[in-house]
């Protein structure tokens, strides 16, 4: 017989001891399939060999009915004595190959891989499909590192494109994750991958037909948003100059509306971002506990993670924030501050790019750097002393904030003496602003938070968000500083909130100082 063409989109990996008790495994496996698993692995670790042929037998039966591949786990020999569609290894059982040579080259093969060598092992060994993880903390497994979704992105790009190898992500893969790990799998090689592997989302769901209609229509979403990011046509984008033209509508619009945006911010600013928000025209909550974090994604319009004053209550609830705001298709904005000054604050930021999909990320050059190296962009380097960035700046920057924005697919806005937004595709310079805000700790994050409230205005355009967050602050910083009544950083401070609040929409299109920047 030839080995079966598989689809690996949803791939059920069984466990005794997490099914749900309210039914059997074979109801669960019966039910998955007819809810779409389209892949089942049968585990268990506990049987011996002759009562694992049984259990084997009698899913094979189910499986069979609907045409759906059965590999079995870790055992070549109950695999050919059911003969199986294939089996799945892992690093510490029996070798590839030599499963490979017991199971004869018509049946389906795979094997667990969790760095880039294991898989261009798992490549030159013959497999037919590697499941990539651990991707997050499962109950299933505790390994010392999980992946996330940007290792998982990093292993699927040593695969070449053209190689016949397929690729699952396992770990943690969850109805609420699975569209962000597929889309966010999309990386330079143009691979997305085949499929997720689930196991308590679907075993331990109260119904696993709905848990796995719910996870593959999230992983369809999922592999239809990374294949158009890989063409480059996520959105549909207006031109550089008709987004600086809706500007003045959009601050009219903004303080008509008066969103209202939750910030997780720093002790340092948290005052100053609140009243920046309130004299743009929005409106701020500042709420540092995950508990509530659910119930305001509900009501807020975005999202501020502002990672200033670090303690484990404000990570907890920055990541429930995010997710929730996923959820609720809010926009996530994220201000890495200090990003590359600590290890603590490195491993946060990594966590956090991990656990969510951010929008829009904002940083000065020190933080966007420690974001590129994160993420894999190979850039030069900036250092930090604290949260400020040190040096002059890469020496292209407008290169950097769109490789960074391409990879993480959001809009990277990047601050300085000139600012750069890009969306990956779209990418400007903001020469507005004054040395002045330079001065006056915060002023980086009331960009974020004026950058959230054009968010929440701007739901299908970040990038014009962004460009027109930072452009409203520098205005009425230029503004701030013209103003005899200031002779220096604390008088610029009070002015500068006032001046927020006196901008007048049309200014941001007659005042603005922006530069579409081409690059290849
Ligand atoms: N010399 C300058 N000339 C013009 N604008 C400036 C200058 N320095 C800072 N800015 C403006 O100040 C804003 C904040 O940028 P900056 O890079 O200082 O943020 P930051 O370091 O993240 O600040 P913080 O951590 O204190 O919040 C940006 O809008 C930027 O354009
Ligand atoms: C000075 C400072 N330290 C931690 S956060 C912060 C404010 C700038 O974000």
Do not use: W
Request: glycine share 8%.
């Amino acid at each position: 017989m030839p080995k079966p063409v598989v689809d690996y989109s949803l791939y059920l990996v069984t466990d005794s001891g997490l099914n749900n008790p309210s039914r059997t495994l074979l109801q669960s496996v019966e039910d998955s399939i007819k809810g779409g698993v389209t892949l089942v692995q049968l585990r268990e670790k506990e049987l011996d060999t002759e009562a694992f042929i049984e259990l084997a037998k009698k899913v094979h039966e189910v499986t069979k009915k609907y045409n759906v591949p059965l590999l079995i786990n870790d055992n070549i020999e109950v695999a050919l004595a059911i003969d199986a569609e294939g089996a799945h290894v892992g690093q510490d059982d029996i070798s590839c190959v030599e499963a490979r040579k017991l199971l004869g080259n018509d049946k389906i093969l795979g094997i667990s891989t969790g760095t880039p060598e294991e898989a261009k092992k798992a490549l030159a060994d013959g497999a037919d499909y590697i499941g990539i993880g651990t991707c997050f903390m499962t109950q299933t497994k505790s390994p010392k590192r999980t992946l996330g979704p940007i290792g998982v992105r990093t292993i699927l790009e040593v695969i070449p494109k053209e190689s016949e190898l397929k690729t699952v992500v396992i770990g943690g893969i969850k109805h609420d994750n699975t569209r962000r790990v597929v889309e966010h799998s999309a990386g330079s090689h143009g691979r997305i991958v085949d499929g997720v592997a689930v196991v308590t989302g679907i075993v331990s769901a109260s119904d696993a037909k709905i848990a796995s209609e719910q996870l593959l229509r999230e992983f369809r979403i999922g592999y239809e948003n990374a294949s158009k990011h890989i063409q480059g046509q996520c959105q549909a984008r207006e031109s550089v100059e008709n987004v600086l033209k809706s500007f003045p509508p959009l601050l009219s619009t903004l303080r008509e509306k008066s969103p209202l945006t939750h910030h997780i911010s720093n002790y340092v600013v948290m005052n100053d971002t609140a009243n920046a928000t309130l004299a743009l025209g929005g409106s701020p909550i500042m709420a540092p506990s995950a508990v509530e974090a659910e119930d305001l994604s509900k009501v807020v319009s975005s999202v501020v993670l502002n990672i200033g004053t670090l303690t484990e209550s404000f990570v907890e609830c920055m990541i429930e924030a995010g997710k929730h705001a996923n959820v609720q298709s809010k926009p996530v904005i994220f201000d890495p501050v200090g990003a590359g000054a600590t290890t603590l604050r490195e491993n946060t930021t990594r966590r956090i790019l991990n656990s969510m999909h951010v929008d829009i990320i904002k940083g000065n050059a020190g933080e966007i750097s420690t974001i590129a190296k994160i993420v894999g962009c190979d850039t030069e380097s900036i250092a930090m002393r604290g949260v400020d960035s040190l040096g002059s700046g890469f020496s292209n920057p407008a290169a950097v904030v769109q490789a960074v924005a391409k990879r993480e697919k959001c809009v990277v806005a990047m601050t300085g003496v000139i600012d750069y937004v890009s969306d990956g595709v779209r990418t400007v310079a903001i020469k507005n602003g004054h040395s002045y805000q330079g001065r006056i700790t915060g002023s980086g994050c009331m960009i974020a938070s004026s950058i959230a409230s054009f968010a929440a205005i701007s739901p299908n355009d970040h990038f014009a968000a962004a460009v027109a967050g930072i452009l409203a602050l520098n205005l009425a910083g230029e503004h701030a500083a013209r103003r005899d009544d200031v002779r220096g950083p604390g008088t610029f401070r009070a002015a500068f909130i006032d001046e927020i609040a006196n901008l007048v929409p049309e200014q941001m299109l007659t005042e603005a100082k922006i530069e579409t920047i081409q690059l290849n």
